[in-house]
């Protein structure tokens, strides 16, 4: 979500007049086109007189510019800004169709739409990748507890203190309720683990005040690692969400992974990391 405007389905002078007006500011657009417009009506009835062989061309010139920058100004206003709000509107809706209302990330649909790509472009290449599926512990009872909003502030932080431990090229997104995901492209296993790790660190440090009330929580996290004999994206994140069961059976906060290969020197290393 999944209503959008995209650039195809505009016409092409509507993006470039929106584009000219953003660039050029409204009242500069309103002076440009109310010159075009006189400019244009000027030539038309010099053209007409030509071409009819009668008029005054002096009068056709003074009567078609002060009308013209008579009416044009008002008119051009009334376009330019109709213009402005239809992009303003079309920018709107377009983050509503791609972002979850309540955390600003991604939503899934879209998270699917820019990792699947991501996720072919890495099996493609055999490059490395991962996938953290992060989940607030005990979020219910924050909920039971100090209510809904404190809730939903608390999500928030956690979200905005996640979207700091990431770097540009990752993927985050709202995975439902009270889950986040998160695509790590070019990253190894440990790496993933590494990252996980810090962010659970970090909320666990995370304190939220909710009507003089300091409001934490932790989070566990499951991680699935790219791997050659995974059919399709929805199957990494079924092994994410295996690992992050894990974590959770395992007492919660805490980081948990599936068995796989280093692909570090140093050999052995702990699958389970807390």
Known sequence: MFVSFTPSSEPGW????SRLVIRMGLFRAIEALTVVVTVSAILISQAVISMTGH??????????????????PGICYLVLRLVL??????TQLTVLATHDDLTGL????????????????ARRYSTQA???LIDADHFKRVNEIHGQLCGDELLCSIAKTVSGSLRQADVLARFGGEELIVFLPHTDPLGALDVAERIREQVQALAVEFKGVKVSTTVSIGVAPMRTEL?????????ANTALYAAKSDGRNCVRTLPFQASRSGGAFETNSR
């Open 106 to 121: 991604h939503n899934m649909r879209h998270f699917m739409l820019m990792v699947q790509r991501e996720w072919d472009r």
């Open 231 to 239: 059919p399709s994206l929805d199957w990494m994140i079924q092994e």
């Open 85 to 90: 709000e239809l992009d303003r509107a079309r």
């Open 55 to 72: 008029g005054n061309r002096l009068i056709a010139l003074i009567s078609t510019s002060a009308c013209s920058l008579v009416l044009a």
């Open 130 to 132: 991962a996938l953290l």
């Open 14 to 17: 509507f993006r470039w007049l």
